[in-house]
């Protein structure tokens, strides 16, 4: 048991790392990449009036949110840390952790562009969990189940972008959302000074780059299993395909996301209960009348 | 998991759950009363999980995280010190000053800043921290009183004459342009206070010992099921079904309400609160990205409005 | 049905607990591996109760529909093995809350201040 819990940090540090590589190579020249690589790891940084407690418990909470994650995402049939009968319910639980870790730094912080990263940060919050649920809701209705499991099962037939585009473009757009990259970038705009990562250095400053290239990591590992049918696939063994699936979709997320102006957060908030919001019901209704035409596992 | 352990992770849970709460309610910082009010469900949390309801176990985490950074936001809009800088320079008890370790107390502009002086009842619970020297100054009573109780963290009971002997001024800097006191003095340390600790004590030893002296606690052989989301679903939808609409119905209610109360909106209007706004002026773009840049300066398209522009981005 | 031991769920939620737990020595090895001494002090005035922040009414909506987002979830797993009265006891749902993002939206709720 501790074997595999040690197996699940492995994977997550090689996970990010491969991330941050990717993040890297998908930019073109003079964009700059994504807002885990601007972290200064060198320097160590003192706040006179920060909240001493809080501060440091961002990263760490982060990081731990990331981890618990990571235990409940199979890369092959044998490969997961734990089958946990909630299983997808509890990773977008635990993913929020990310946000709260973010937003605990950047309250402590107690400088201008912090504590104002923090306002945004919980701002994203606000709009990316419901719609992102219902991009959830529309798969588990499928699979019938909340096993992360059972959900690559149930598309060993079909994958379910097919059944669902609306619920993919749907979890695209969230998932940029859910991960702070481009175009919804606001907490780490250049104007605050790259909000929370501006007020951290040294030992916090990795943690934030693991945490952040982390949370992309899972974006797009839970999008593959969602949607793209996890580990499965012919020829290869499966976890090269969950890892071929993974970055191909980090990849293309992350080219749609550079295609956009970057949004303010007011942008994002009407975009995200104005328009994904009821295309997420829309989506949930749609859903429900495949499955009792009988389309679908 | 063997017994052992069970009761091990029990007593974990129920340490989280009942330090969250205590600190909940000491700390002096509002949004570490929020993170800890967090903690303490993610203990509750704990508690159900070990009790084989891992959906409701997650869903309070889920629930709690979402509503309680919600819940700081609105704490934090409304309360003049939400980071607690202000009390944490302030006389308190053992325990509030362990949970608020950590904050650092607002710096007084001039030197001679006013100590503390104690009240002369000492009861037996309170051990704070003694300040050095006591420096008595003319206390503004009127408006320490009209303040004190408005505050409303601890029941007053004695008039002003009363509190004059115990309590002194807070000199609180005025070279900042940050919120300044007003020659307020917010001790925490009242009479009352023990005579509360007291109460609390008796009713929390009457609760327990009603709950240990009940007559007899049944056990079951049953186990409970594993897959608790099905089960629960499944009773959703067919013996609590209106219940479960109630519950829609009930939330649309109170979407109904918030909307109306929001509108207008009712910020408070203190002048060192239209100083910033947390403001979303657009967004930067990506050097180099290829889109075309939009036509005129930096005029704004969105529905948004500027209500207050911060006064510079960078520095200072 | 009778058991003698805990549920097996337990066994599986103590796995995430060891999974938290090293994710905790993790950032602590990572957090004493950088102690030096520090390098850059930063003197900021505390600035905590000067904001205030235009999405008020996004995160009241936000809480109402995190809460329908709990019922969703359970529904959803239930939903195939149900079938039509599922369907229509969400359709009124969905109803009930759209009818609450579109009073929102039209008396000018879903604005930034």
Not at chain 1, 160 to 184: D, K, N
Not at chain 2, 284 to 310: C, F, K, N, Q, V
Request: glycine share 10%.
């Amino acid at each position: 048991m501790i074997a595999t819990a040690a197996l699940v940090l492995v994977a997550l540090v090689l996970g990010a790392a491969l991330t941050l590589l990717v993040e890297r190579l998908s930019t073109p020249h003079h964009v700059e990449p994504g807002p885990a690589q601007a972290a200064d790891v060198r320097h160590s940084l003192v706040i006179a009036n920060s909240d001493r407690w809080l501060l440091p418990a961002g990263p760490v909470v982060a990081l731990t949110g990331v981890a618990l994650a990571l235990v409940v995402l199979p890369f092959g049939p044998g490969l997961i840390g734990r089958d946990l009968g909630i299983g997808v319910f509890y990773v977008i639980v635990v993913i929020d952790f990310v946000v709260l870790g973010l937003a605990l730094a950047g309250w402590g912080a107690n400088t201008a562009h912090a504590v104002e990263a923090c306002y945004r940060i919980i701002a994203q919050l606000v709009a990316y969990v419901v719609p992102l649920g219902l991009a959830y809701v529309g798969v588990i209705m499928m699979a019938r189940s909340l096993s992360t499991v059972a959900i690559v099962e149930a598309q060993s037939g079909l994958w379910f972008v097919v059944l669902q585009p609306i619920g993919f473009v749907l979890y695209l757009v969230t998932g940029l959302m859910q991960s702070y990259r481009a175009p919804f970038l606001e907490p780490f705009a250049a104007s605050i000074g790259g909000g929370v990562l501006d007020v951290s250095a040294g030992w916090s400053a990795l943690l934030w780059r693991i945490a952040l290239a982390g949370v992309l990591f899972l974006v797009a590992a839970i999008g593959a299993l969602l949607y793209l049918g996890g580990a499965t696939g012919p020829l290869l063994p499966g976890w090269a395909w969950m890892i071929i699936k993974t970055y191909a979709l980090m990849a293309l997320m992350l080219w749609l996301g550079r295609l956009v102006r970057p949004f303010s957060t007011a942008q994002m908030l009407a975009l995200s209960w104005k328009l994904l919001i009821p295309l997420g019901l829309l989506n949930v209704l749609l859903v429900g009348g495949l499955i009792l035409l009988g389309v679908g596992p | 998991m063997t017994a052992g352990l069970e009761i091990i992770a029990f007593a974990i849970c129920a340490f989280i759950a009942i330090t969250g709460a205590l600190g909940m309610t000491t700390t002096m910082s509002m949004f570490r009363s929020g993170i800890f009010l967090m903690a303490s469900f993610v203990g509750v949390a704990g508690l159900f999980i070990l009790l084989a309801a891992d959906l409701i176990g997650v869903l309070q985490i889920m629930m709690y995280i979402g509503g309680m950074l919600v819940m700081i936001l609105f704490m934090v809009l409304v309360m003049h010190d939400p980071g607690g800088a202000m009390m944490a320079g302030m006389d308190m008890s053992f325990v509030e000053r362990w949970f608020s370790k950590g904050l650092v107390p607002r710096e007084p502009a001039q030197s001679g800043h006013a100590k503390h002086m104690h009240g002369d009842h000492q009861r037996g619970y309170n051990d704070h921290h003694h300040g050095n020297a006591v420096q008595p100054d003319e206390p503004n009573d009127r408006k320490a009183a009209a303040m004190r109780s408005g505050h409303g963290a601890h029941p007053m009971e004695h008039t002003d004459d009363d509190e004059q002997e115990g309590q002194v001024m807070h000199h609180s800097g005025d070279k900042h342009d940050d919120m300044d006191m007003g020659g307020m003095d917010m001790s925490m340390d009242t009479p009352v206070r023990p005579i509360a600790v007291w109460l609390a004590a008796a009713v929390s030893v009457v609760l327990v010992s009603m709950l240990l002296l009940r007559p007899a606690w049944r056990i079951i052989d049953a186990a409970p099921d594993p897959d608790s989301a099905r089960s629960i679903g499944h009773l959703l939808m067919e013996k609590y079904m209106v219940a479960f609409e109630g519950a829609g119905f009930l939330i649309l209610i109170g979407i109904f309400g918030a909307v109306l109360l929001a509108r207008p909106s009712t910020h408070p209007d203190d002048p060192s609160r239209s100083a910033k706004v947390a403001i979303d002026e657009r967004p930067e773009p990506i050097a180099d990205d290829g889109l075309t840049p939009l036509a005129g300066a930096r005029g704004s398209t969105e529905h948004h409005m500027h209500r207050h522009h911060r006064p510079e981005e960078h520095g200072a | 049905m009778t058991s003698s031991g805990p549920s097996p769920i337990l066994n599986d939620y103590g796995f995430v607990a060891l999974v938290l737990v090293m994710a905790l020595g993790l950032a602590l090895l990572v957090a004493a591996a950088f102690l030096r001494a520090p390098g850059l002090l930063m003197r900021t005035p505390s600035i905590w109760g000067q904001f205030r922040f235009g999405y008020a009414v996004y995160a009241l909506i936000f809480l109402a529909f995190d809460m329908e987002m709990i019922f969703m979830y359970p529904w959803a797993v239930v939903f195939a093995d149900i079938g039509i009265s599922a369907f229509l006891d969400m359709l009124v749902f969905i109803v009930l809350l759209g009818a609450g993002i579109a009073y929102a939206w039209g008396m000018g709720g879903l604005e930034w201040e």
